[in-house]
């Protein structure tokens, strides 16, 4: 597709539940972050790949978060033991190069609502 | 990244320009100024981004001062489809690992 692609849109997960969240990059971008966004906050960086590499996961709130990139294209955002507190939207971006000179397209997002 | 600071929220009459402003006191001589917007359901979408000249694109024109302490988004004729949350960021052009930090923003209310 022409866009970033995210699935689910909306999950709703019990707590202590584990989720898994996809994200499809424009095709041929190098760089893919995912974000965190409370509600009525802005977006808070996550984690950042380049190509299959993980190159910060400083924004990772807990060992419960983990993020993988195995081929440089698809990434896919974990959740472990959910809490009510990871409740947000989880956006993905992605930038055709490593640099950010031409802005990054995002995602629309994927609600995660704990239970 | 240097810290930015906007309105939490501005009205504009739909047809009439609208001027959102930011403050970035402590901006670096490297450190260019994005803006991105959110539509409501919506990822943040990349608008424009300037170093110390003005740009224009099909969107927006940004004006930065000659000091670079702060700048100017410009919508020219804003329509109700520009009714969205407004995040001007201070950063590096990247080539790093960082990603951007985004604040509150600015939630613009066109007004038919």
């Known amino acids: 597709g022409a866009g970033v692609s995210q699935s689910p849109r909306y999950k709703v997960a019990k707590r202590g539940q584990d989720v898994a969240l996809r994200c499809d990059p424009i095709?041929?971008?190098?760089?893919l972050f995912w974000y965190q966004q409370a509600l009525g906050q802005g977006p808070e960086f996550l984690t950042y790949f380049q190509n299959e590499a993980q190159l910060d996961k400083s924004g990772l709130p807990s060992d419960r978060f983990f993020a993988e990139r195995p081929e440089g294209s698809v990434s896919t955002l974990k959740i472990q033991r959910t809490q009510q507190e990871d409740s947000a939207v989880y956006l993905c971006?992605?930038?055709?190069?490593?640099?950010?000179?031409?802005?990054?397209?995002f995602g629309s997002g994927t609600r995660l609502t704990v239970v | 990244d240097a810290k930015t600071t906007q309105p939490t929220s501005m009205d504009c009459a739909e047809g009439r320009a609208a001027n959102l402003p930011c403050n970035h006191s402590?901006?670096?001589?490297?450190?260019?100024v994005y803006w991105y917007r959110q539509i409501h359901s919506q990822g943040p979408q990349y608008i424009i981004h300037?170093?110390?000249n003005n740009e224009t694109n099909e969107m927006a024109s940004l004006i930065i001062t000659e000091d670079r302490k702060s700048s100017t988004l410009i919508l020219p004729h804003a329509t109700l489809r520009d009714t969205a949350v407004y995040y001007c960021i201070v950063s590096s052009s990247g080539g790093g690992a960082d990603g951007l930090t985004f604040g509150k923003g600015t939630h613009l209310i066109i007004q038919p």
């Open positions: 095709s041929g971008h190098v760089s």
């Open positions: 402590t901006i670096s001589g490297n450190e260019y």
């Open positions: 300037g170093l110390k």
């Open positions: 971006a992605s930038s055709a190069d490593v640099t950010r000179i031409y802005g990054y397209t």
